[in-house]
């Protein structure tokens, strides 16, 4: 008698990564955007409030939540800046340059960000809550390894839940790429002649900032199609990446924001 042959069992899906989101607005962010993808909360008695609706949606559905001090916060974040509350929750897909790059009607206004050598977590965040408010939905980060880290994610206080950020290669590759798709190369330098206000940025931008100490390389800055720069007093040599990122930005949004935005 001859024995039937099992099927072979099929591969198990692979497990989304994880990983640990802390502070109050990332985390009601995330709770309000991606509540199915959180797996486990630690909360501070305090935080308790803001988070009741969430911990009792949390109790519906079996994800554990547990009540703890700071001392037992500061173990599971790693540090002291977790403001009562930790998520540990899948992460948002990454994407890559082409999506980016292709998302949303090419014929509409469009603004994307450049950084060049901006590795800073801290300065990231803030620049993805910047580009939240302003609705630039895609940060293009040459070098950078990863798409995300609990220092970028609690400092950009919920932007990272509208904007991806898109580690591309080092060099002028992505540039061309965005060129390709239709996209006008705006760099910004502090000794560039044109000024931000000088004409309106065009409806199809990236905007590309370097690292505070050096700037973008030259390589980079010569890729450009324009470089202008953000016009002040002249007693600092630049402004920090974040603020920069926000004077221009919001400049773009001066220039090409529609009735249905505001």
């Given amino acids: 008698m001859q024995r ?26 995330l709770a309000a955007r991606r509540p199915d993808d959180v797996r486990r909360v630690y909360v501070h008695p305090s935080r308790l409030p803001a988070f009741g609706p969430f911990l009792k949606r949390c109790a519906e559905r079996r994800i554990a939540y547990h009540i703890v001090e700071d001392d037992e916060l500061e173990r599971i974040t790693q540090s002291v800046h977790h403001e009562g509350i930790c998520f540990i929750a899948r992460e948002r897909p990454a994407i890559g340059l082409g999506s980016a790059l292709q998302r949303r009607d090419p014929t509409r206004p469009r603004c994307l960000l450049y950084l060049g050598g901006v590795g800073n977590p801290h300065n990231l965040g803030a620049i993805v809550r910047v580009c939240a408010h302003f609705d630039v939905d895609a940060v293009l980060a040459g070098g950078l390894e990863s798409h995300a880290s609990p220092a970028m994610l609690r400092t950009a206080e919920g932007g990272a839940e509208f904007v991806d950020v898109v580690p591309v290669a080092d060099g002028t590759g992505p540039l061309v790429a965005a060129r390709r798709a239709g996209f006008r190369l705006i760099a910004t330098a502090a000794r560039a002649k044109r000024s931000l206000y000088s004409a309106p940025l065009p409806p199809r ?17 010569n ?12 007693a600092l040599d630049s402004l920090n990446v974040a603020c920069a990122a926000a004077v221009v930005l919001g400049e773009f949004w001066r220039c090409h924001r529609t009735p249905a935005a505001e």
């Fill in 4 to 29: 039937a042959l099992k099927s072979p069992k099929a591969p198990a899906a692979p497990t989304a990564p994880e990983m640990k989101v802390c502070g109050v607005n990332a985390c009601l962010a």
């Fill in 205 to 221: 931008s990236i905007i590309m900032l370097g690292a505070e100490a050096d700037g973008l390389a030259p390589a980079l800055l």
């Fill in 223 to 234: 890729m450009a199609d324009d470089t202008v720069h953000i016009p002040g007093t002249g």
